[in-house]
Structure formats: structure tokens, C-alpha cells
């Protein structure tokens, strides 16, 4: 009798994952898992299929191949919507709105995790005094900031950042790196990609090299 497998189930599992555009491979097909608990950096130049996969995983776009799990289950459209954040490069708000009024809409749209309320997780990313502020007023490291603000509200498990390290200043930096931190501690995970120019969040890390199709 094989013993009984005790390893905890990965928070994400990727089986033979691949991607094309106009019959060009952009990646893949690509094989890892990530642990609650864990971060992966998703490193490549540009033209590698850092942003595709990140695309790929929160279903706005479909693979050509592969499998995606999450927690174990088949990662269909309704958990993705529940288990996945995504910070992408756009910052997803609505420019007539104020800075408090986005964050109660997706509030109202994605749920938010116990314990926390839009006022307090604008103070927390430095954009206090800022909530009655239109969005399409804020420079881009505010709104990068509120984009922040967003992902701390989510009660949803995985974290896919793409380049969440733009237009902020060392500050923005070190508020992203503890907000990984904590994210982390509380059970979560985190897929963050990177050309390298920053250094990984300072947590348990593994490493995925991408490279541009030629």
C-alpha cells in the first residue's frame, strides 16, 4: 500500500499550460505550483508572456492547452471570481468616481475581507485625505496606490500582480513588499512578475524564468 501522500494541497497548480497568438506560442507549456504561504516571481523580458499568464490564470484569456487548480479544484469562471485578485497594468477605476466611492463599489462587487473598511485601507496605502478626490484627478502612483488599496480589500486568497512595483517611489515599494508579507502570514499567495529591475518581496519565494519566443 503507497503511503499516504501528507503534502498540503497547492493553493495553485499548473499542469502543461500553453498559450498562442495567431498560431505564435507565446509560452509554455508551463508546469508549476504555488503554496499557501508562498510567492512566485515570474521573471522575462519583455515579449516573454509575463502579463499573458497573468491574464491567463484570472480567465481573460483562454489557454490553448493545459490545466489550472485552485485549492485542488477545477479553476472555472465562478473560482476564479471568488479565490483571484489581479493588479494589472490599467488600474481598473472609474474616473467620475471618487477615490472612497471605487473602492465601496468593488467593495460591493468583489466582497471585502472581515475587519477591513475602504477609509482605514486608504490610510494604510498614504492616500489619506484623499477620498473625496475624483480617480481620473489622482497622478498615476496615487491611482497605483488606490489600485492597492483595492487589492488589500479583497478577501480573495490569490494575489496576481503584474509589475506591482510601477510608478511608486521607495516608499510604494516597501508598502508593497509588507503588504505581500501580511498577505502571506494570513494564508495566502502571490504570483508578482518582474524584467528584474526591482528585487522579489522579501518572503518564501520560488523563481519562474521566462523568455520571449524567437
Known amino acids: 500500500m503507497d503511503p499516504v501522500d501528507s503534502r498540503p494541497t497547492p493553493l495553485l497548480e499548473v499542469r502543461a499550460l500553453a498559450f498562442s497568438r495567431n498560431e505564435e506560442p507565446v509560452f509554455g507549456p508551463l508546469e508549476f505550483a504555488v503554496d499557501a504561504g508562498e510567492a512566485l516571481l515570474v521573471q522575462g523580458g519583455n515579449g516573454s508572456g509575463k502579463t499573458t499568464l497573468l491574464r491567463v490564470l484570472a480567465g481573460l484569456l483562454r489557454a490553448d492547452s493545459g490545466e489550472v487548480a485552485i485549492d485542488g479544484n477545477p479553476a472555472d469562471h465562478h473560482l476564479r471570481s471568488r479565490a483571484i485578485a489581479y493588479l494589472g497594468h490599467l488600474p481598473g477605476l472609474k474616473g467620475d468616481l471618487t477615490a472612497l466611492e471605487n473602492l465601496e463599489f468593488l ?76 498577505h502571506l502570514r494570513g494564508g495566502g499567495a502571490a504570483l508578482v512578475t518582474t524584467h528584474g529591475a526591482y528585487a522579489a518581496p522579501p518572503v518564501r519565494t520560488k523563481l519562474l524564468e521566462m523568455e520571449a519566443r524567437r
Open 107 to 182: 467593495c460591493g462587487l468583489q466582497g471585502r475581507r472581515r475587519a477591513q473598511l475602504p477609509g482605514p485601507a486608504m490610510a494604510m496605502v498614504g492616500l489619506g485625505g484623499y477620498e473625496d478626490a475624483l480617480a481620473r484627478q489622482l497622478s498615476a502612483g496615487q491611482k497605483k496606490r488606490l489600485s492597492l488599496a483595492r487589492l488589500w480589500l479583497s478577501p480573495a486568497p490569490l494575489w496576481l500582480l503584474d509589475e506591482p512595483y510601477a510608478n511608486l517611489d521607495l516608499q510604494g515599494i516597501e508598502l508593497v513588499n509588507r503588504m505581500v508579507q501580511a
